[in-house]
């Protein structure tokens, strides 16, 4: 059973570790997480400009942090800014997301 957390106790924590997402020029929240409170995971967007082998590790950083401090895991969704253009993602939420970062 997951320990549920509010919305903005989530976007707190996770801006009060920005040391996790320091290669990300973006960081969004979206997904099942802004409806209810009845989520599984809390789904993570990050975009980076370049790439870098520390991505993984602050990746991983993050996860960690959602299971210890949230109780619950993150989906997250890493793409370079390229990639999001190619994509779409964030149009394709149609708006429905919040901007950590």
């Known amino acids: 059973m997951y320990l549920l957390k509010s919305l903005d106790s989530i976007i707190c924590l996770i801006k009060e570790n920005q040391n996790f997402l ?41 996860e960690c942090l959602g299971k210890n401090k949230l109780g619950c895991s993150l989906d997250i969704t890493m793409l370079s800014c390229s990639e999001e ?3 779409r993602f964030l149009e394709r939420l149609n708006s429905r997301y919040i901007k950590i970062k």
Do not use: A
């Not at 989520?39 to 990746?59: A, G, T």
């Open 22 to 62: 320091s290669l990300f020029t973006e960081v969004y929240i979206f997904g099942s997480v802004l409806n209810n409170s009845k989520y599984r995971d809390i789904d993570i967007l990050l975009i980076y400009e370049n790439v870098s082998p520390k991505l993984l590790s602050q990746k991983k950083k993050l």
């Open 85 to 87: 253009k190619e994509v």
